[in-house]
């Protein structure tokens, strides 16, 4: 597979343990990985959990612009219907040299007696 694409097979999670968080749990888990293996971007299909996905920061993607080693995994091209969301994400690193200075700093203050 290509190295700056991962393919992630969805599951339904089992009804007594919804609620908990353990998706999400697990989306932050797989960004925080792909981010840690120089993986700039996330993309997913999904038929039933579109508006999770989005809650999480992923947008519609265009389906003709999805990278070719995407575009040829069998999910994108038939085991998914063509009806399933085609979503992602831009993943990003704080870079300490880039955003240096870009904060605002506290103003000094001297202590008081």
Known sequence: MHPFCWSVFGRHQHPG???RGLARELVSF???????????SLFLLTTTAEA??????????SRQEA????QATPQFSGLCPSSSAFLSKRLWRADPAVYAGSAPEAPATEPRS
Request: charged share 10%; hydrophobic share 45%; glycine share 14%.
């Open 67 to 70: 990278p070719q080693a995407i």
């Open 52 to 61: 999770f996905f989005v809650a999480l920061g992923y947008g519609p993607a």
């Open 17 to 19: 343990h919804r609620g």
């Open 30 to 40: 797989v960004e925080s990985f792909a981010l840690s293996q120089g993986v700039e």
